[in-house]
């Protein structure tokens, strides 16, 4: 019958110190001490063939004391936590970072490939968020938009082609994940949401686990409506939006572990948000904010709830480079 291995931890050595073996991450630091006899023997004896020896890097495997004691540790994981056969080698380094960060990459990946994304818009945020789904492995995204393709869009939208021009966003966003991956079901809604009602019906019978939004079309609209309606429904909702020298993102509403629901972070929205969407954008910026929304989005869908932000409205600077958190009543925390 073949040992139990553990897989050290992305992010964590061993070493030796003294009479102790030392296991150490970029936050945390153990001393483990062996049993009677000689540690270095010990050590040796205790590591799988094949595996390196002190001052190892992240791929080292250990079986037996030495295995358990590391993850009780926390700096490893056994084999039915790591499983390195089911696990995707396209997703290897994407495993590897829900490893280091204490989760089992195993269950993640099964979360993640059994959960429901509503995307509203497949703009220039919605298409980044999109690529990040896709590449995480989420099982199934219904994208909602009723635009068409345009050149404009080509400059900071890359999941659409020249050859994509004049046609709807949902049908080509469709055909960008069916050429990318065959392990996400995807559904395509040319359709516009425009009230409560429209988005109502589409989580009725989406049957999501979270509605990201990122549409600016009705202006005002699109500020008021789509959060409320997800957290009177018991849906987790998030929003992002983009300025000319400003963007945001969050927090994420969850009945669960929001401790306000999303009408404490209402705006009042300017003459100018009234007038509607500017045909000004700038690529980094959607790119940017779009990247810190998909990490809220996949990191809750993980169950990496550490990692996610329940509580704070992120307003991100460009012209400054800094990021202020926006606390209920949008009071500025930092």
């Known amino acids: ?27 945390q630091k153990f001393k483990i001490t062996p049993p009677p006899g000689t540690l270095a023997d010990w050590f040796v004896r205790e590591c799988a063939p094949g595996s390196a020896v002190p001052d190892v890097s992240t791929q080292v495997v250990t079986n037996g004391d ?19 056969e089911r696990l995707s080698i396209e997703r290897s380094r994407q495993a590897a970072y829900f490893a280091h ?15 429901k994304v509503l995307l509203l818009g497949a703009g220039g945020l919605g298409s980044v968020v999109l690529q990040h789904l896709v590449g995480a492995g989420v099982g199934r995204i219904s994208i909602v938009d009723d635009d068409v393709v345009e050149k404009s869009n080509l400059e900071r939208q890359f999941i659409y082609t020249l050859d994509a021009v004049g046609t709807s966003k949902s049908g080509a966003a469709v055909e960008f994940v069916r050429r990318r991956t065959h392990a996400s079901e995807v559904i395509g809604l040319e359709r516009s949401v425009r009230n409560g009602d429209d988005l109502r019906e589409m989580i009725t019978d989406e049957d999501v686990d979270i509605c990201v939004v990122c549409i600016d079309r009705p202006s005002v609209a699109a500020l008021e409506f789509p959060l409320e309606v997800c957290w009177s ?14 963007g945001f993102y969050g927090p994420v509403f969850d009945r669960q572990y929001s ?19 500017t045909n000004v954008a700038f690529g980094p910026y959607n790119t940017i904010v779009g990247a810190h929304l998909a990490a809220e989005v996949l990191h809750y869908l993980a169950n990496a709830f550490a990692y996610v932000d329940f509580e704070n409205r992120q307003i991100v600077d460009f012209a400054r480079g800094r990021t202020v958190r926006l606390g209920p009543g949008n009071v500025v925390k930092d």
């Open 259 to 277: 401790s306000h629901p999303p009408y404490a972070f209402k705006v009042k929205p300017t003459a100018a948000a009234a007038k509607g969407p």
């Open 233 to 246: 429904h018991g849906v987790a909702g998030v929003q992002a939006g983009v300025m000319c020298r400003s």
């Open 66 to 84: 030495l295995g358990r004691a590391l993850e009780r540790l926390g700096a490893a994981l056994s084999d039915t936590e790591f499983d390195h």
């Open 1 to 27: 019958m073949q040992s139990a291995k553990w897989w050290l931890r992305p992010g964590w050595t061993l070493a030796f110190d003294g009479d102790a073996i030392v296991a150490t991450s970029d936050i």
């Open 101 to 115: 960060i204490g989760l089992s990459p195993t269950s993640v990946a099964a979360r993640l490939a059994a959960s």
